[in-house]
């Protein structure tokens, strides 16, 4: 299969003009490129129009903290809809709405929790880049210009799922070894991720504007428009 490259997705997607800013979201699984993907459409942007402020933030940004998972005991429901700060959410939208700027606390893949310390400002962006599980949830969905749905072999996700782990080292912070955290993140994986994955993500993918697939080696290989953007091509 032919590879796409992400400049020739700028091509397709959105391009910003003076009027109002593109603001474009990315979702799928857990661990299935969306960060790395919303990173290369960042450089691609960045490439066509450096004059331009192009910014990624991630929905990761808006979960609660650990701490404050735990205390509601929603620590086993963390990624789903529940776990965000909603409110937070809120005021990130009508900031954008209204050219506002607001500051950020960022997510920490490291501690695996909110750094308040490590906080960004987002101010009036040209290109906005909304990466994360949340993406077509209504509240972030009312902003979108445009969205891709990021589409991954169950097995190599999987995969990239333990990579990421062991990157950021998880057993040795749980005091385990390697072959006593495998089975608990299988566990997670299964039913955290992957419940969250088939109630909340998945039956969003149709109200995404495009499908892309990832193959095993993190490269793109078809994009296809979804039935929403099928649909508003039959209309117009």
Aim: glycine share 2%.
């Amino acid at each position: 299969m032919p590879i796409i490259k992400t400049t020739d997705l700028t091509k397709i997607l959105p391009q910003p003009t003076n009027a109002c800013p593109v603001i474009l979201g990315i979702t799928g699984r857990v661990a299935s490129g969306k960060t790395t993907l919303a990173r290369q459409l960042q450089q691609a942007y960045q490439q066509c129009w450096p004059a331009l402020n192009c910014v990624l933030v991630s929905t990761d940004d808006f979960l609660r903290s650990n701490a404050e998972l735990q205390r509601f005991q929603l620590s086993d429901k963390k990624g789903f809809p529940i776990s965000y700060d909603k409110q937070l959410v809120w005021q990130f939208v009508m900031a954008i709405k209204h050219d506002q700027a607001i500051t950020l606390p960022t997510y920490n893949h490291a501690t695996n929790d909110i750094d308040r310390q490590a906080q960004k400002v987002v101010y009036q962006p040209d290109i906005l880049i909304i990466e994360g599980l949340m993406v077509l949830q209504p509240m972030f969905r009312q902003l979108l210009t445009s969205s891709l749905f990021l589409d991954v072999e169950p097995t190599d996700n999987y995969q990239w799922y333990l990579q990421r782990c062991a990157h950021l080292n998880l057993a040795g912070q749980q005091g385990l070894t390697w072959a006593e955290f495998e089975p608990r993140a299988r566990r997670s994986w299964i039913e955290i991720n992957e419940r969250n994955f088939n109630e909340n993500i998945a039956p969003l993918r149709s109200l995404s504007a495009w499908q892309v697939h990832m193959n095993a080696d993190h490269q793109l290989t078809w994009l296809e428009p979804s039935q929403s953007t099928v649909a508003a091509v039959a209309q117009a």
